[in-house]
């Protein structure tokens, strides 16, 4: 092979290696998400993102349209704009909550009319700045979850969860 040949050879080599892109690997469509249960000031949102990705990560197929809420202790009412989104982006099949419609009392996607799932946090309660507890329960189509207590803590930065799923009868 002639220098000139060589020279051409190495070049087209270096131009196509700077054209190919690093390989991704399954599941890491989204590397730069922050860490929800890392933010001190959201731990409603860590609670949510714990318990979604719980879910998310199990192998169910031909899952209904999901979405969450927060019970104001009459009603399910959308998280906070900022915090829906925040998990939005983390959970793709995640939909808007206003995208689940109470439909002859059972969960519908509003827009397929299809069986819809709701998470549902409620009394949700801090007793300081590191250390909160709340209940979050399902409710898929018309049916609904036992509800179960989560205890959190903030510890060496970042949300701790233990999860109680006794029923408060049992504690009597």
Not at 7 to 19: D, E, G, K, N, Q
Not at 33 to 48: I, N, T, W
Not at 59 to 85: F, K, M, Y
Request: contains cysteine; hydrophobic residues 40%.
């Amino acid at each position: 092979m002639t220098y000139h040949a060589r020279t051409m050879l190495v070049s087209l080599v270096l131009l196509l290696t700077a054209c190919t892109y690093p390989e991704e690997t399954p599941g890491d469509a989204r590397p730069s998400l922050p860490v929800l249960a890392a933010d001190q000031s959201k731990p409603q949102l860590a609670l949510m993102d714990h318990v979604l990705g719980n879910y998310f990560a199990s192998d169910i197929p031909n899952r209904p349209t999901i979405c969450v809420s927060a019970n104001d202790g009459r009603n399910e009412e959308a998280l906070v704009a900022e915090d829906e989104r925040a998990l939005i982006m983390r959970y793709e099949a995640l939909a808007p909550f206003s995208r689940c419609a109470l439909i002859d009392n059972g969960w519908r996607d509003a827009e397929t009319e299809e069986p819809a799932m709701v998470f549902i946090m409620h009394s949700f309660t801090c007793s300081d700045d590191s250390t909160c507890s709340g209940f979050v329960s399902y409710m898929a189509g018309r049916v609904s979850s036992p509800t179960s207590l989560y205890r959190m803590s903030y510890m060496d930065g970042t949300w701790v969860f233990e999860r109680d799923d006794r029923l408060i009868a049992d504690e009597q």
